[in-house]
Nanobody
């Protein structure tokens, strides 16, 4: 069974940096895209950042310019580099991978990693 495991969350102060990791294991996925999501309101559908197979990326307005999404194909790991953290970034962050195919595509979700930003 395909599994996604997030790590890297924790407690940070405003201005700090964190890097979240999402390791994909248990099988090979014919993926169309990967992304990070959070529950914090204000972002459309909770989207934080998306990475498409063709290489394109998207960021929510709240994190644009501060966060960077990337992946390591050798390690089968998705990353979210978070710089200049703000208290508003406090949330549970979830990794998601979706497959190519008809709508709605099949999705795989991780359990989430908690990020707390406060002084």
């Amino acid at each position: 069974q395909v599994q996604l495991v997030e790590s890297g969350g924790g407690l940070a102060q405003p201005g700090d940096s964190l890097r979240l990791s999402c390791t994909i294991s248990g099988g090979r996925v014919n993926w169309a895209g990967m992304g990070w999501f959070r529950q914090r309101p204000g972002d459309r559908h909770g989207m934080v950042s998306l990475l498409f197979k063709e290489g394109g990326t998207e960021y929510s307005s709240a994190v644009r310019g501060r966060f960077t999404i990337s992946r390591d194909d050798v390690k089968n790991t998705l990353y979210l580099q978070m710089n200049n953290l703000k208290p508003e970034d406090t949330s549970v962050y979830y990794c998601n991978v979706w497959e190519s195919g008809p709508y709605p595509p099949k999705n795989y979700w991780g359990q989430g990693t908690q990020v707390n930003v406060s002084s």
